[in-house]
């Protein structure tokens, strides 16, 4: 049974860089993707990027120029940076495991991250 | 990415059936056969339950169907019970290998 297990800081101020890493427990990286999704506080889910095992990256647009994801498959780890954060970076960050089509079909426990100066 | 449009709310009774939809354009839910569902419990991490379009997981119960006509999808749920009380996303694959939510439906059982 695949599990996903993830950190990292959860109060930041603004203008500081998001970081976060996610484990994966019980499977390869190859044949997944292995995306981050956030959702802030009583809204909607937000796909932000993800990542394959030879490290090809696809991003959410609107966050490309912070971002920043990479696989570290030696400790079956993938992380997340997300630079110059706002307030509006505020939500839960999920990890997820993508099967072809990007259906997310495990998911981390969420890290909640809150911007406040 | 404008998210896709799905309904704010639904409501039904214990044993009925509702459908919630999933309004894109051709550029996503009509384009591609890649839209997915998702049951987020308040507080729990959203778990998938239809994929490309019409496919449950293992595990999923066949109370769960998933249809798409033109640029909507649309998710069913029959036999409605109390613990189908949650969220409800859709998402769609987009071009360039990206990926849009909807905003989401909240169903409530009455």
């Known amino acids: 049974q695949v599990q996903l297990q993830q950190w990292g800081a959860g109060l930041l101020k603004p203008s500081e860089t998001l970081s976060l890493t996610c484990a994966m427990f019980a499977e390869s990286f190859s044949g997944y993707y292995w995306s981050w999704i956030r959702q802030p506080p009583g809204k909607g889910l937000e796909w932000i990027g993800e990542i394959n095992h030879s490290g090809t990256t696809n991003s959410n647009s609107s966050l490309k120029s912070r971002l920043t994801i990479s696989l570290d498959t030696s400790n079956t780890q993938f992380s997340l940076k997300l630079s110059s954060v706002t307030a509006a970076d505020t939500a839960i960050y999920y990890c997820?495991?993508?099967?072809?089509?990007?259906?997310?079909?495990?998911w981390g426990q969420g890290t909640t991250v809150r911007v406040s100066s | 990415q404008s998210a896709l449009t799905q309904p704010a709310s639904v409501s039904g009774s214990p044993g009925q059936s509702i459908t919630i939809s999933c309004t894109g354009t051709?550029?996503?839910?009509?384009?591609?056969?890649?839209v997915s569902w998702y049951q987020q419990h308040p507080g729990k991490a959203p778990k998938l339950i239809i994929y490309?379009?019409?496919n449950r997981p293992s595990g999923v119960s066949n109370r769960f169907s998933g249809s798409k006509s033109g640029n909507t999808a649309s998710l069913t749920i029959s036999g409605l019970q109390a613990e189908d009380e949650a969220d409800y996303y859709c998402?769609?694959?987009?071009?360039?290998?990206?990926?849009?939510f909807g905003g989401g439906t909240k169903l409530t059982v009455l």
């Open positions: 997820a495991r993508g099967r072809g089509g990007f259906a997310f079909d495990v």
């Open positions: 998402s769609s694959y987009i071009s360039s290998s990206t990926l849009v």
């Open positions: 051709s550029s996503d839910v009509g384009g591609y056969n890649y």
């Open positions: 490309e379009v019409t």
